[in-house]
């Protein structure tokens, strides 16, 4: 599927998306409008009313456990900050009802920014210890309205039902319509952040939160904003809620009943997609109120536990995920099944054959279906309105074609119209320096004559089909002399320590512009840690590095990508729910350079045809092999735009034609004018590729400069081979 073509699906799948929330808006609104006309019901209001609360309750706080993975036990926390301020502000000293909603959504969101600001600044407040952080909020928060008596006081506070006009009808209409009002507005808040680059940003985190602070994500921010909205809507929600039963006390906020229930719907319904909280909502509701009026109501958890284990089995993508892969089979299914009951009409009544129907279509929808792609497959296309049918991936080898020129378009690197065609994977030689092993399984070396320029080529373009130099007398992309440009990175005297173990001591470096350097060294000889320090993702425990004259010690490893800096992993780390074009666009998205998505896609698929992946851009990366999930590492790291990029290891593991075609792609990025630091344990990559050599020991320097007066060093084959190897 072509970039315009997905953004058309994108395009439609989000107006018809916002149009259906807009009609669906309006006919709740009319059930209570048109009550008596339409002859509705006031208990199946309430229940409707009951849903919206949860709906509510589950979509806000979908925002950041959903979303970004941080799974939250502390939404009582919100629930009954909302719902006291209310009491307190409205029930006892009667200001206006509406105000104290805005003022339960406002100590909510401050409730969170301090959660937030304590949580997600320390790293080892994630996963279970984050989870365990919020649980212990709803208990502190109650043991301080039992013991404070201008707050609750262990008496509990009534609140009657504000004054509202006569043309809504009932009190039971009040509050429905304005439930309605809450839930709709946190459904559409989340419907435009799931859109919206926070959206993307709150994907990745969950994803792979280091990796996308790397390509420049502010995950502190994206995170806290989640939070903070998700709070905010449940303290209004909460707020609601104090009116709805009348009389607060802490018991009935200050629950573990309210988190257990809306992890039970957001997982139930699928936490990936805004819908799949309301989905949840509406069934958990239903089946709870079914039970209650059948007399099982003390076997309700019990009956929800089990339904709960089945389908998180079943459907561990959630509902949502089920359902729109076999969306005709599922409605057709709930509304034959409602059908047959009411004509029927020998048992229950409406709620039951509604609920009776939802649960046929959901056993359908869990059916195996042999023809439906998997959900790794399709979650993320859906979601964002893109492809959601899978491109089988192709074997080692045989990746798509990519040319042998790379050109700059607005900063990205792309492939050169009108170059010399190179089938990655396929066995073209690779021109090796004098003295350097032939690549394994390649042909014979042919004279190569020089590629004709690609039309339009800038500084950063050059044929990268031009014969290779010598290793002494190579030299850097076109304008730029290898050796003699910039000094981009500097490390001074940058010492890094885990406990005990001192992996780098010392260490002062250069990297100049229009170098190719690797950077060799046996294990544990501080290379990763290395890059890992360049990138910011560690810190060193004493020392400096700078990069373009800026000292980037102590920066995020975002403000560090936005520097100039990209890195890809040992072991590829792509982001699971995304297509291949999408991994590449979130680096574009949040790269040095502001785009739309649009503009982001457009240079993803640029990005995956100079690696040679753009006919995988629909697939997601389970479908990939290790060489296609090297070159997505690579192509997504120089997407961000860097000046300098650290491959870590990005050829280990494949066999020796995937080497040879990685190789080429490597050399087409440093030709198209990127400084590249390479960690490579094959010594003919290193004599093909770099043009200096710096050599690690222990955490210190051992050797710097041309590579055959480097590798020719005996201190140098000491290190790598043993004393006894030069004896």
């Not at 989905?279 to 039970?291: E, K, N, T, Y």
Request: charged residues 15%; proline residues 6%.
């Amino acid at each position: 599927m072509t970039v315009a073509a997905a953004r058309w699906r994108a395009l439609a799948a989000g107006r018809s998306g916002l149009v259906a929330l807009v009609g669906v808006f309006a006919a709740l609104s009319a059930l209570s409008l048109y009550r008596q006309t339409l002859g509705f019901p006031v208990y199946y209001l309430t229940l409707l009313t009951t849903m919206l609360f949860w709906t509510a309750q589950a979509t806000s706080w979908n925002l950041l456990s959903g979303y970004a993975g941080y799974f939250s036990f502390g939404q009582a926390a919100y629930v009954g900050v909302g719902a006291y301020s209310t009491a307190v502000l409205y029930g006892r000293h009667q200001v206006n009802f509406f105000i104290s909603m805005l003022a339960a959504g406002v100590l909510a969101g401050l409730l969170a920014l301090a959660v937030g600001a304590v949580a997600f600044r320390l790293r080892s407040l994630r996963g279970e210890i984050f989870a365990l952080l919020t649980l212990a909020v709803p208990f502190i928060l109650a043991a301080l309205a039992r013991i404070n008596p201008t707050v609750d006081g262990g008496q509990g506070i009534i609140v009657a039902v504000p004054p509202f006009p006569d043309q809504l009808g009932r009190t039971e209409d009040f509050l429905y319509l304005t439930m309605l009002a809450v839930a709709g507005i946190a459904v559409v808040a989340a419907f435009a952040v799931q859109r919206a680059r926070i959206g993307w940003a709150l994907t990745a985190v969950r994803d792979a939160e280091d990796v996308s602070e790397v390509l420049g994500v502010a995950t502190f921010r994206y995170k806290m904003q989640a939070i903070v909205l998700g709070a905010v809507l449940g303290g209004i929600a909460g707020s609601m809620f104090a009116v709805q039963i009348g009389f607060v006390t802490v018991d009935s906020v200050f629950t573990l009943t309210i988190p257990l229930f809306v992890i039970v719907m957001s997982v139930l319904g699928g936490r990936t997609h805004w819908f799949g909280p309301v989905l949840g909502a509406v069934l958990i509701v239903l089946l709870q109120d079914r039970l209650s009026a059948s007399g099982l109501d003390r076997w309700r958890l019990l009956v929800l536990g089990a339904v709960l284990v089945v389908l998180v089995a079943v459907a561990p993508d959630g509902l949502y995920d089920r359902f729109r892969r076999r969306p005709r089979t599922a409605v057709a299914t709930l509304a034959l099944t409602v059908l047959v009951l009411r004509l029927i009409d020998r048992w229950g009544g409406p709620t039951d054959w509604l609920l009776i129907g939802l649960l046929a279509a959901t056993a359908t929808a869990v059916l195996p279906n042999p023809g439906a792609a998997g959900p790794a497959a399709t979650r993320w296309g859906a979601a964002r309105g893109g492809a959601a049918e899978p491109v089988d991936a192709e074997p080692a080898g045989a990746a798509a074609p990519v040319t042998a020129a790379g050109t700059v378009a607005t900063g990205i690197v792309t492939a050169a119209p009108g170059a010399v065609a190179v089938p990655i994977g396929a066995a073209a030689p690779v021109v090796a320096e004098p003295g350097a092993a032939a690549p394994v399984g390649a042909a014979e070396p042919a004279a190569a004559g020089p590629a004709a320029a690609a039309p339009g080529a800038t500084e950063r373009g050059a044929a990268a089909s031009a014969p290779e130099p010598a290793t002494g007398d190579r030299p850097g992309p076109a304008g730029a002399p290898s050796g003699a440009g910039a000094v981009l990175v500097e490390c001074r005297q940058v010492s890094r320590s885990f406990g005990g173990v001192r992996a780098l001591s010392g260490l002062s470096l250069q990297l100049r512009a229009g170098e190719l350097v690797a950077l060799v060294g046996p294990n544990g000889s501080g290379k990763s840690t290395l890059v890992g320090l360049l990138s910011g993702a560690l810190r060193p425990t004493s020392g400096t590095i700078l990069v373009g004259g800026r000292d980037i010690t102590r920066l995020p490893p975002h403000r560090v990508a936005h520097c100039g800096v990209a890195r890809t992993y040992q072991i590829p780390r792509p982001f699971a729910s995304m297509t291949v074009r999408d991994n590449v666009a979130m680096a574009v998205l949040f790269g040095r350079h502001r785009h739309s998505l649009a503009q982001a896609r457009r240079a993803a698929e640029e990005q995956l045809a100079v690696v040679g992946l753009d006919r995988l851009a629909d697939a997601h990366p389970a479908a990939l092999n290790l060489h296609q999930r090297q070159l997505l590492e690579i192509a997504r790291a120089v997407a961000t735009e860097p000046t300098v990029l650290l491959l870590d290891e990005a050829l280990a593991g494949l066999n020796p034609t995937e080497v040879d075609s990685a190789v080429r792609v490597v050399r087409r990025i440093y030709q198209a004018g990127v400084t590249i630091v390479i960690i490579e344990h094959v010594l003919r990559v290193v004599t093909q590729l770099a043009t200096r050599v710096v050599v690690l020991d222990r955490g210190t320097r051992l050797a710097d400069g041309d590579p055959g007066t480097v590798l020719a060093d005996p201190a140098v084959v000491a290190a790598y081979l043993g004393k006894r190897a030069h004896a």
